[in-house]
């Protein structure tokens, strides 16, 4: 999915200030920004971000160049004709308003669609391999961030350093779609939120030095079905770290997934540790690729399943899910290494409403609304609740980090014109 973001225009204005400065720009400031719709001759049509439609009539004494995402000049970009851009390819247009909601353009920046997808899927890549988790502490003074990883992978501590080159994002509180973050601070981000980062680790693993960061406050809860209510949409769930009922509402784009029993068994080891624990996790995860594709429907809850890109549904609009990389089977290594969940439970079995009953076991991630509405929510986890330590809501930390190894998202949006 190509889009672009606040942060996507930033980095193309950049770009489009440099001509202005330049004997490019000679003609009135008037300027256009989108995607192309369709190109007849020198014609070009484009629909804007705010899904406007702009005519662009490019001159016979335009420049055209062609630049790459993350290109901040035009030192390296290369001169193209109007015949070589395609529709679906961004493009930034300066020059003279015209009538009918029109430019004559005297400079064209083109950013090609497949130079586009290339950077999402490499940013995919970068997210998925980043860390994620919830956050413990935040030192502002030292620009540092302490995350616990998720309890599936051992709840390990990992200090991500951010610089002030890092682009930190937050998410808004109803919702982990990528477009809809804004631009954060340090100091937005609090101890119990959910963080992704991409950059480097360090040697050890210990350390991270953060490219992105993103952030958000949401609930994980686990507990056990009290009700459903199909008119409402709605579940009420004994939350076990409250002793409270909560109700959570279900969407359209709320990811729903049960797990086998055998799937939960073996999260449930693993959360035990031990040699044993990583040898049996090992050989079960053989199997689970195989397994629980059979049963996978792959679709979100409510029948409209979020696309795997960028930008996608709230479910998986957040940083990650991409591929099964060095994953075994269903998201698993065969070695024992720290599996991939999200890819894990995209694969398992979608469910309903309709199918979940009083006393079903269930962890969900929610919005942190009033009314929560249920992100991704999983129920088939009895083996899971058993195995989290007492005293804690640990086991509703499975599912975090929430978006790591999909999601979504990549900020492939800063990228694009």
């Known amino acids: 999915m190509v889009f672009l973001s606040s942060r996507g225009i930033g980095v193309f204005w950049s770009v489009a200030v440099l001509i202005s400065a330049s004997a490019l720009a000679q003609a009135p400031a008037s300027k256009a920004v989108g995607t192309v719709k369709s190109i007849t001759g020198n014609s070009v049509a484009i629909t804007t971000d705010g899904g406007g439609e702009v005519n662009i009539t490019i001159a016979d004494s335009a420049r055209i160049v062609r630049t790459t995402p993350g290109q901040t000049d035009l030192k390296s970009a290369s001169s193209i004709a109007v015949s070589e851009i395609q529709v679906g390819d961004r493009i930034l247009a300066r020059g003279q308003a015209g009538e009918n909601n029109s430019v004559v353009a005297s400079a064209v920046i083109v950013m090609k669609q497949s130079d586009i997808a290339e950077r999402q899927q490499r940013e995919r890549e970068e997210w998925r391999h980043g860390v994620g988790g919830m956050v413990k502490s935040v030192d502002p003074a030292s620009q540092t ?191 024992g290494g720290p599996p991939d969940f999200q890819q894990m439970l995209s694969r398992m079995p979608a469910v309903t409403l309709a199918d979940l009953k009083k006393g079903d076991a269930v962890i969900l991630v929610a919005t942190a609304e009033t009314e929560p509405v249920a992100i991704k929510l999983v129920t088939g986890v009895e083996p899971i609740l058993s195995a989290a330590p007492p005293g804690i809501n640990a086991a509703a930390t499975v599912l975090s980090p929430w978006n790591l190894g999909q999601s979504a998202g990549a900020s492939v949006a800063a990228a694009g014109p």
């Open 145 to 335: 961030i302490t995350v616990n990883k998720s309890l599936a992978t051992q709840g390990k501590e990992i200090l991500v350093h951010v610089t002030p080159q890092t682009e930190l994002l937050r998410y808004p509180a109803n919702s982990i779609n990528f477009e809809d973050a804004k631009p954060g601070t340090i100091d937005q981000i609090k101890p119990g939120d959910q963080l992704n980062a991409r950059g480097a680790k360090s040697a050890d693993g210990g350390e991270f030095a953060a490219q992105a960061v993103i952030s958000g406050s949401f609930r994980n809860v686990a507990g056990t079905v009290i009700s459903t209510d199909a008119a409402a949409n709605t579940v009420t769930i004994d939350d076990l770290a409250t002793k409270k009922p909560m109700m959570v509402k279900i969407d359209p784009q709320s990811q729903m997934r049960k797990l086998p029993e055998f799937v939960a068994t073996l999260i449930a080891v693993r959360l035990k540790g031990g040699p044993a624990g990583a040898a049996m996790a090992g050989r079960m995860g053989q199997g689970v690729g195989e397994d629980a594709g059979r049963g996978n429907s792959g679709q979100g809850s409510g029948g409209a399943a979020s696309g795997g890109g960028p930008g996608g549904g709230r479910a998986n609009g957040a940083p990650g899910q991409g591929g099964a990389g060095a994953s075994g089977g269903g998201g698993f290594p065969g070695n």
